[in-house]
């Protein structure tokens, strides 16, 4: 278990280190995080808990949560067809 802990630290400081050599996209990616949080929060304001469907969750988790579960399965399904694409030739 330890080794493969080990094994995904690695990846993960590599792909960090390699992130932060471009340091302009780095910091423009880092800033559409916030702002599109921004956006999620204020937008989520203007939306009563009490509409239906929401049952009284507040609307800002429940907007974090769907965004997450949609780039999440969007990130999946153009990998799968990226690998698709990719195993035709």
């Not at 330890?2 to 471009?22: C, E, H, N, P």
């Not at 910091?27 to 204020?42: D, E, I, P, R, T």
């Not at 929401?54 to 990130?75: C, H, K, N, R």
């Amino acid at each position: 278990m330890t080794r493969l802990l080990t094994k995904i630290w690695a990846f993960l400081v590599r792909d960090f280190l390699s992130d932060v050599s471009y340091r302009f996209a780095f910091f423009l990616q880092l800033g559409g995080m916030f702002f599109a949080v921004a956006v999620f929060f204020y937008g989520s304001r203007m939306i009563n808990p009490l509409t239906a469907g929401l049952d009284g969750v507040e609307p800002f988790p429940w907007l974090l949560v769907g965004i997450a579960f949609q780039l999440y399965f969007s990130t999946a399904l153009y990998s799968f067809a990226a690998k698709v694409r990719a195993s035709r030739f």
